[in-house]
């Protein structure tokens, strides 16, 4: 058996996430059904290291399979790039160490959340237009207080399954982009909603007098209750996947 990577980009709008789900449309069950016909077999196994939710897209979500198909890796992704529609696309295929999974080998994530100053048609469906934008510095300082080792229940869904709350981020930090302001985020793991959860949360630690002190205070809390709202799903990306032998200080 051959074990494959993929690196695959995706518009999430029209998604309803990532995960095979019966009677939706998901990147998953696309990805699956193109990989079943370009390998001349049912049933291909297509975990992903990232289980977006609907609506959220992604650059550098992975992906891997097993095929004991014969096909040489530019034939499959040739056949690939016939099958799938314009919103999914393998931006690499490559063989992989036979013990490589998607989720399980993956050893931090880079997330993307979007924020635009204005309402702008061109940006709508990859940014979130607040009422208003905070200055950018004090948004800095709100989520520079998250780096380091901490526990995140804060920012876990309400009515999620328990997870590990302990995340080490490494960094949490924003930059300008063509329509405004983008956060960077980069953590060994993330609990469900996370991101959207520290983007609501910085908007309202932003506006007070002291930022940090703001965020610390929602983090040491360890309570949903504390935190912001939840951003919308359109302004986050999944960015990049990090492996052990690929991992960025």
Known sequence: MRTFKLIVA?????????QTQPGQRTVQGVLAKALDEALA???????????????????????SFRTDASLPTAAIRARLARLLPPDVQVR?????????????SAV??????RLARNE???????????????P????????????????????????????????????????????GLALEIVADHFLYHMVRNVVGTA?????????????????????????GV??????????EVFYPAEVKA
């Open 41 to 63: 077999h049912a049933g291909t196994d297509l975990p992903g290291a990232g289980r977006t939710d609907a609506g959220v897209h992604a650059r550098g979500q992975v992906a």
């Open 136 to 179: 950018a510095d004090a948004l800095e300082r709100a989520t520079r207080a998250l780096e380091g080792e901490h526990d995140c229940s804060s920012f876990l869904a309400t009515g999620s399954s328990p997870a590990r709350p302990v995340c080490r981020i490494s960094r949490a930090r924003w930059q300008p982009w063509e329509g």
């Open 10 to 18: 995706y518009d999430g709008t029209d998604f309803h996430g990532w």
């Open 92 to 104: 690499s295929l490559d063989e992989a160490a036979s013990d490589f999974h998607a989720r399980h």
């Open 120 to 134: 702008d048609p061109t940006f709508g469906r990859f940014a979130w237009h607040p009422r208003s934008l905070p």
């Open 203 to 227: 908007l309202a630690a932003a506006r007070e007098a002291d930022p940090a002190e703001a965020m610390q205070r929602v983090l040491a809390a360890r309570d949903r209750a504390q935190a």
């Open 230 to 239: 939840t951003a919308p799903a359109h302004g986050l990306c999944l960015e």
């Open 108 to 113: 931090g994530r880079r997330y993307s959340y």
